[in-house]
């Protein structure tokens, strides 16, 4: 089993920005390729917003955030950022991490086999 724990979400105005951390671990981690992100807002169904490749650093990203969120894996390999920028009301969610055992980009939630907790983003006007 993987384990997935999200950090960095709080309070931004409009127009700020804040960096979210997942950190893996598990003895299983190295059987799974992708990491994502993904967000819920209130009322809302969970969404995709970015993926990224642990083997060649491939990106993919959902309309909505492409040019304001970055994703990236860190050095040590178990740990995946989202950098998000320009932040607006509707970036409002609670951030989830992750991870899946198949090798493409996926944006479904059932083609992901391990969940963190989440993290509360909320961005004021």
């Known amino acids: 089993q993987v384990q997935l724990v999200e950090s960095g979400g709080g309070l931004v105005q409009a127009g700020g920005s804040l960096r979210l951390s997942c950190a893996a671990s598990?003895?299983?981690?190295?059987?799974?390729?992708?990491m994502g992100w993904f967000r819920q807002a209130p009322g809302k169904e969970r969404e995709f917003v970015a993926t990224i490749s642990w083997s060649d650093g491939s990106t993919y990203y959902a309309d909505s955030v492409k040019g304001r969120f970055t994703i990236s894996r860190g050095n040590a390999k178990n740990t995946v950022y989202l950098r998000m920028n320009s932040l607006k009301p509707e970036d409002t969610a609670v951030y989830y991490c992750a991870a899946r055992r198949g090798t493409f980009h996926a944006t479904k939630i059932h083609e992901y086999d391990a969940w963190g907790q989440g993290t509360q983003v909320t961005v004021s006007s």
């Open positions: 598990g003895r299983t981690f190295s059987n799974y390729y992708i």
